[in-house]
């Protein structure tokens, strides 16, 4: 059996971008996205607020950011999350690969809600998605020149292997943060104002 492998790569993403993952960001609320499960978080802040000392963006709002990152590295929230795949994941390689708008974390204007988040995830995705379907095998197995020394000598079908994977474990630790969000909250409501359990009388 022959097998096209731009079809096999294409779908691998596509399919649970789809059905599973964009679909569980839908009502996304502006406090979901810039809630801080714990202390210390990594954010998308306005730009008063940076707490880095060496936040990056262009825009009203930051992305908190140290380099060498902390060890342990933070807990990062949904905004944070959301911010590094549309610019590290995809954005500045949709830049370098497809000719897409020049894209890098210091000169990127994050987004202060979560529609805006949104919006600019489904631009970014849909520029990568359609830069790898033109894609011919030639193409696929030629190094990649990412942008990322990292992976630079990969061939771009790894590179396009690693950006799904991204995607797709980013995607589902967002999808967690809104469960721990909601479960939270829903605690909160089931607590009196001491913090005690409600009894039903």
């Given amino acids: 059996m022959e097998i096209d492998w731009n079809e096999q790569l294409v779908a691998q993403l596509d399919r649970h971008w789809r059905h599973q993952l964009r679909p569980r960001l839908d009502g996304l609320s502006d406090d979901e996205y810039v809630w801080e499960p714990v202390a210390g978080a990594w954010n998308v802040r306005p730009r008063d607020d940076d707490r880095t000392g060496s936040a990056a963006g262009s825009g009203s709002h930051v992305i908190d950011w140290a380099t060498p990152e902390p060890d342990p590295a933070p807990v990062t929230t949904i905004a944070w999350r959301l911010?590094?795949?549309?610019?590290?994941?995809?954005?500045?390689?949709?830049?370098?690969?497809?000719?897409?708008?020049?894209?890098?974390?210091?000169?990127?204007?994050?987004?202060?809600?979560?529609?805006?988040?949104?919006?600019?995830?489904?631009?970014?995705?849909?520029?990568?998605?359609?830069?790898?379907?033109?894609?011919?095998?030639?193409?696929?197995?030629?190094?990649?020149?990412?942008?990322?020394?990292?992976?630079?000598?990969?061939?771009?079908?790894?590179?396009?292997?690693?950006?799904?994977?991204?995607?797709?474990?980013?995607?589902?630790?967002?999808?967690?943060?809104?469960?721990?969000?909601?479960?939270?909250?829903?605690?909160?409501?089931?607590?009196?104002?001491?913090?005690?359990?409600?009894?039903?009388?």
């Avoid at 954005?91 to 600019?120: I, N, S, W």
């Avoid at 033109?134 to 000598?153: E, F, G, K």
């Fill in 83 to 201: 911010g590094h795949v549309i610019v590290g994941v995809l954005g500045m390689r949709v830049a370098h690969c497809f000719g897409g708008p020049k894209t890098d974390y210091a000169t990127f204007a994050y987004a202060p809600t979560a529609t805006e988040a949104l919006r600019q995830l489904d631009a970014v995705y849909e520029g990568w998605l359609a830069g790898v379907r033109a894609l011919d095998a030639d193409a696929l197995s030629a190094p990649s020149d990412d942008v990322w020394d990292t992976y630079r000598h990969w061939p771009l079908a790894a590179v396009v292997l690693h950006v799904n994977r991204e995607v797709i474990h980013h995607g589902a630790e967002t999808a967690l943060l809104r469960d721990l969000y909601a479960a939270s909250f829903a605690d909160q409501s089931r607590r009196g104002s001491n913090g005690r359990m409600k009894v039903r009388s």
